[in-house]
């Protein structure tokens, strides 16, 4: 049984009628699994996490099949329960560390409010664990940080408190939405260490939500790849690199500048389109250079061995391996169950 | 914080400066004979105008008298009032406790009521109440305030009879000035129901004198609010899963308010514009309407160096607010 | 590389309205801006046509007729629809004046102090390190003083009148716009836009007034509505101490001075004079409201 189960999820804001951010995602994630979210700003891929933690607020509208973690349905959950869940199962840490933390607060002050909100633990108890927390996520000087307004810390330390606040909960799931990309760039790599190995003594899944494909070969297992509020393809880590199903995968495979022959790197013409200039078929096929008449119609995520694919004509398969992809429309599913969040 | 701080002193001392020449200047542009302006006579016969013109100083060059006048301030000597020959000083400090009582409770009532109204309409934002509270603020600091005392003394004081319609107490009560604050002093007096009065007369004016300041607290919580609460770290702190009234008090309305302190502060200045008006309708007797009959009386003096004192005052409280806000303000109060 | 023809995407959107018409369709969806728009332009009819609109000159005493209630209460007529003062004058005549002279005092005082602001401004913004410290600074002293006590003290000076008030409050408000057009100097001077002009060899007067004046305009039209509503605030304050236009001149605040006495007695020459007052503030402050938001919506205070 997985620990996070998503099925058919979409967002949207605005009245029913408005086109969705997030359409019809199937996501899943086992206990102790590192899944990342690949996929270019605009696809999708923060919405998708705000709303498994329940931050989307009116007027966005958030329906699923299925959205269940841990044995629990979120879509049904009432905001006291939910909240005895967010910040200590199911914690997240977000883009920029310079402005997740609040400015009038020290930083001991603020990880206790998780302690004392989910742990119970009061007074010395708390300070220490806080110590403890800071320790863990490698802050030299612990002791006196935790006096520290966040102005007075550096990138790279902000997003360490903001991980030690995450932790302290002892979550069975951490979302990271592009952790790093705020930060310098020889913070990166020590902050993604960090993160992994927290992953692995804690036993913990971890959802990585970022851009670049090279972090995510070094650290993901599976991979889930949106383009315009869609997955297009999931996969396992090696095997999706070496042999990219979905053209737009293939795309930004070829667009590392490392796989550039020195002269240009290599583009797909035109941009991901927004909310309103989508196609009324594959949401590819303005730019795909495989297109052909019959991605006039949307293609459903269909699954085979290696993963899941939504293309009528997948690459880098064998005839056998392809698997038998449906129109959208034609293909069954349950009425999405609808809950509005607070 | 410090430099801050030295920062803010050292502005101080160029506009009090400032503030002095431009009483000086303001008194030397009336127009007519300035013996006769400076001692409130008409037709001096000669020899005592050359006596007065010697004893003002007045045949001096303009940059000796600016001098004197200096010299004269920093000495404590603002002059004596033309009409009551009291030393401009003596009544400032008698009467200045009865406007400050009263721009007190007007903080007070606009400070709390409208940081309250703010929020709530913040939280329930598109709803009636938000409308009605932005309304209701457009309203407020729409309206002319004396004639909003008017209005307030036809319907309580003459039509419903709840309210007196003038002055601070009752004559009836003798209370001695120990402190100048009437609620005060009526506490220590042993007349019966002397506070009790007291307050009845305060509070129509204190409604008046907080209407402008409220409105404008409100319409700044407001928008403080909203802004605060779709910040990251607001954010974050749902995400942690705390409860909702926590993420809006602690961490939503603790950073809201650093803007609001300093439309609190500002709204002083506002406070001390409104007392001139407010005491005026309620015969209130603070500095506003000390003011203002000085002005009427051609109590040259009296005006000018009135001024200049209510002018300091709002520098000192405006310095002071800047302070607070400094303390109040992480990133400035750990600046070195 | 595809041999197949390109699949249609969306239809782009190719309509650009002109900055005018953008405007204009921001601004109407505000219905209280639209309101205030309405009673303003009533108000400059009134102000235009003052002596065809009102019944009676606005002066004239009917000694017959002193403290008559309004039309619709008891003992009123329907020769004076809105009743008569203490010293028997028509108060809707001298209601419908009195926008002519607020509306005069507003326009007025708003101009004469926007034209020098805006000069001293550029100025100031202009000249960073020699006039422009010293222009700020005086601009400081004025504002230390709150505004009314400032246009009382150099009224008191001056004397009252109407154009000693139009005079004080100019005065009063000049420093806003000073402090205004310098911020925004201050940050246009930055943009690129700027050095590329001035690589391109604009000449000082010609940035000033071509290239930064018309890119601040926004806030300073929103702070000139806010100076109006003020002007009328204060002019009508002024008139109500005393200082201000003088009796029999009808103007709303002088009105009201006079009217202290008649509260038990006649309670419509209390209110309605204050009435006028509030409505025209109201009407301004919706309007500048109303611009400011369809003007720039980053001005906008998270509404």
Known sequence: MSLLEIQNLSVRFGDDGAPPVVDGLDLSVDRGEVLAIVGESGSGKSVTMMALMGLIDAPGKVAANRLRFSDQDLLSLKGRQRRRLIGKDLAMVFQDPMTALNPSYTVGFQIEEVLRQHLGLKGKAARQRALELLERVEIPGAASRLDAYPHQLSGGMSQRVAIAMAIAGEPQLLIADEPTTALDVTIQAQIMELLLSLQRDQDMALILITHDLAVVAETAQRVCVMYAGQAVETGRVPTLFDAPAHPYTEALLASIPEQSDNRRLATLPGIVPGRYDRPAGCLLSPRCPYAQPRCTERPALEPYDRGEVRCFFPRNMTPDEAPEVLPE??????PPGEHHVQ | MLSF?????????????????????????????????????????PEMHAQAMERLGLNKPLYMQYLDYIGDLAQGDLGESLRTRTSVWKEFTTLFPATLELAFAALIIAGTLGVLAGVVAALKRG???????????????????????????MFFSVGLGWTPVSGRID??????????????????????????????????????????????????????MLEVLREDYVRTARAKGLSPNRVVFVHGLRNALIPVLTVFGLQIGTL??????????????????????????????????????????VILVNFTVDILYGLANPRIRHQR | MSSIETLPAAEPTAYYPSPLREFWSAFKRNKGALGGLIFMLMLVVCALFASVLAPYNPTEQFRDFLLTPPAWQEGGTSQFLLGTDELGRDMLSRLVHGARLSLLIGLASV??????????????????????????????????????????????????GLINTIFAIAIVSLPSYVRLTRAAVMTELNRDYVTASRLAGAGTLRLMFISVLPNCMAPLIV???LSFSSAILDAAALGFLGLGVQPPTPEWGTMLASARDYIERAWWVVSLPGLAILLSVLAINLLGDGLRDALDPKLKNAA
């Open chain 1, 329 to 334: 429309a034609q293909r069954p599913s349950q």
């Open chain 3, 223 to 225: 702070q000139a509505t």
């Open chain 2, 272 to 313: 001390l514009a409104g007392a001139v008006l407010t005491e005026t309708i309620f015969s209130w007797p603070g500095i506003g309407k000390w003011l203002i009959e000085s002005i009427g009386a051609r109590d040259y003096p009296v005006v000018q160096n009135g001024i200049l004192l209510v002018a300091c005052l």
């Open chain 2, 171 to 224: 004559l009836l009560y003798d209370v001695q000035p120990v402190t100048g604050f009437m609620l005060i002093d009526t506490l220590l007096s042993d007349e019966e129901g002397a506070f009790l009065d007291a307050l009845h007369h305060m509070i129509l004016p204190a409604i008046v004198l907080a209407t402008i300041p409220l409105a404008v607290i409100a319409r700044m919580t407001r928008s403080a």
């Open chain 2, 127 to 153: 709803s009636l109440f938000d409308h009605g509270v932005m309304g209701i603020s457009l309203v407020g600091y729409s309206m002319p305030i004396f004639w909003w005392g008017l209005i307030l003394i």
């Open chain 2, 5 to 45: 701080i030295a920062r803010r002193v050292g502005l101080l001392i160029p506009t009090f400066f400032g503030i002095t020449l431009l009483t000086f200047a303001l008194i030397r542009m009336i127009p007519g004979d300035p013996v006769e302006v400076m001692m409130g006579e008409r037709k001096v016969d």
């Open chain 3, 111 to 160: 101009v004469f102090s926007l034209v020098p602001g805006i000069l001293l401004g550029l100025l100031a913004g202009f000249s960073p390190t020699r006039l422009g410290p010293f222009i700020m600074r005086l601009m400081d002293i004025m504002l230390a003083l709150p505004s009314l006590l400032l246009a009382v003290a150099i009224v008191a000076i001056l004397g009252p």
